[in-house]
Nanobody, 121 residues
């Protein structure tokens, strides 16, 4: 079965950091574009970061705070999140796309169950 498993979410204070992991099973991760997405409470899911080889992109709200990276040997993609604030509270998901980071969200597949990130004082 092709799927991602996300982990690393936690309760953290504003200004804190977390590193999320996304492990792929059933396929080789380096053949795909990988995106991190998040769904804040009561809101739609949105794209956060994307990596396709040397093409790395971030949504404006997380630029200079979040870093996406991949370890192909471990079939894992990471999302390092620094200087977290209340607006980052969400369930975070990863997914894969066949095409590049311009892919629409509907073109991503193999969604995991997500990992909860809560920023609270």
């Amino acid at each position: 079965q092709v799927q991602f498993v996300e982990s690393g979410g936690d309760l953290v204070q504003p200004g804190g950091s977390l590193r999320l992991s996304c492990v792929a099973s059933g396929f080789t991760l380096d053949a795909f574009t990988i995106g991190w997405f998040r769904q804040p409470p009561g809101l739609l899911r949105e794209g956060v970061a994307c990596i396709n080889g040397d093409d790395i992109r971030y949504v404006e709200a997380v630029k200079d705070r979040f870093t996406i990276s991949r370890d192909n040997a471990k079939n894992t993609v990471y999302l390092q999140m620094n200087n977290l604030w209340f607006g980052d509270t969400a369930v975070y998901y990863c997914a894969a796309a066949t095409d590049g980071c311009d892919s629409a969200q509907d073109d991503f597949h193999s969604w995991g169950h997500g990992t909860q990130v809560t920023v609270s004082s």
